[in-house]
């Protein structure tokens, strides 16, 4: 089990970027794939981004496809997420998540650890 915690949210113009982070204790994170998913205000959870154990494979939303890149830092214990051009619909609390295993899940009952979240909101 690892514990979770987000930072890097806050409130940027529409076309502007930011990066959040996602910093991991417990001995297994390097085992552990690690993904981002994301909620808006009467929507359901819905996934972002996902990559392995190796930071070798990523998957991401049709949504944020050629915008966002994820990344890790197995040697920090810290997930990344680069946010580009935001958009107004990219508004949400963000969230990391991880899981054991080699697949790249992407539905948030998979994952077994979360953390808190970190609010975006994109201003048009």
């Known amino acids: 089990q690892v514990q979770l915690v987000e930072s890097g949210g806050g409130l940027v113009q529409a076309g502007g970027s930011l990066r959040l982070s996602c910093a991991a204790s417990g001995r297994t994170f390097s085992s552990y794939a690690m993904a981002w998913f994301r909620q808006a205000p009467g929507k359901e959870r819905e996934f972002v981004a996902v990559i392995n154990w190796s930071g070798g494979s990523t998957l991401y939303a049709d949504s944020v496809k050629g915008r966002f890149t994820i990344s890790r830092d197995n040697a920090l214990s810290t997930m990344y997420l680069q946010m580009n051009n935001l958009k107004p619909e990219d508004t949400a609390v963000y969230y990391c998540?991880?899981?054991?295993?080699?697949?790249?899940?992407?539905?948030?009952?998979?994952?077994?650890?979360w953390g808190q979240g970190t609010q975006v909101t994109v201003s048009s």
């Open positions: 998540a991880g899981r054991s295993g080699a697949f790249l899940r992407t539905t948030p009952s998979e994952y077994t650890d």
